[in-house]
T-cell receptor, first 116, second 109 residues
């Protein structure tokens, strides 16, 4: 059973529509992250969560919101999609233990979003 | 500011050795990671260095110099399946991490 599942895997949407991406984990990890990956920029942090209902902004948070009502689920919402939000979105998790810092992140398979 | 630099692309021959460099600037130091990412897939953890020196793990080794803000990933006995992007990443505190743009490695026969 996969530790992190992202849905949908692919989505095409129209400019101005709201879009929600879902990340579901079975690792019981405390920390969850949403990154976007674009050519030439690498992975950039959008938002992250350090517990249920505890979230904070990353470096590219404008136009995005998140929610975490359960440990397992972290939702990313594009409130009104724009073409600049066409990207590959990755969810990642970390246990949040200093003793396990050296294990790094576990990533989901990604969601390829196209805004037309 | 915080920044990670690594070459955009490299090409090497099957069976050879290749070194991928990374320089970083972070406020504070919490270690350095290398991830591998095949095209269309998620990044996967390769190595973590927190002390200066070389960490060897099979065909892959990673080196760190904290005083120079420098790391490299060394891949030996290259195989075609090693064609991928290699991401250098640095934790910035609070379990957040910044990533370099990645080095795309092409292994040719």
């Amino acid at each position: 059973d996969a530790g992190i599942t992202q849905s949908p895997r692919h989505k095409v949407t129209e400019t101005g529509t709201p879009v929600t991406l879902r990340c579901h984990q079975t690792e019981n990890h405390r920390y969850m992250y949403w990154y976007r990956q674009d050519p030439g920029h690498g992975l950039r942090l959008i938002h992250y969560s350090y517990g249920v209902k505890d979230t904070d902004k990353g470096e590219v948070s404008d136009g995005y919101s998140v929610s975490r009502s359960k440990t397992e689920d972290f939702l990313l919402t594009l409130e009104s999609a724009t073409s600049s939000q066409t990207s590959v979105y990755f969810c990642a998790t970390h246990r949040g233990s200093h003793e396990e810092t050296n294990y790094g992140y576990t990533f989901g398979s990604g969601t390829r979003l196209t805004v037309v | 500011g915080q920044n990670i630099d690594q070459p955009t692309e490299m090409t090497a021959t099957e069976g050879a050795i290749v070194q991928i460099n990374c320089t970083y600037q972070t406020s504070g130091f919490n270690g350095l990671f290398w991830y591998q990412q095949h095209a269309g897939e998620a990044p996967t953890f390769l190595s973590y260095n927190v002390l200066d020196g070389l960490e060897e793990k099979g065909r892959f080794s990673s080196f760190l110099s904290r005083s120079k803000g420098y790391s490299y990933l060394l891949l030996k006995e290259l195989q075609m399946k090693d064609s991928a992007s290699y991401l250098c990443a640095a934790p910035t505190g609070g379990f957040k991490t910044i990533f370099g743009a990645g080095t795309r490695l092409f292994v040719k026969a």
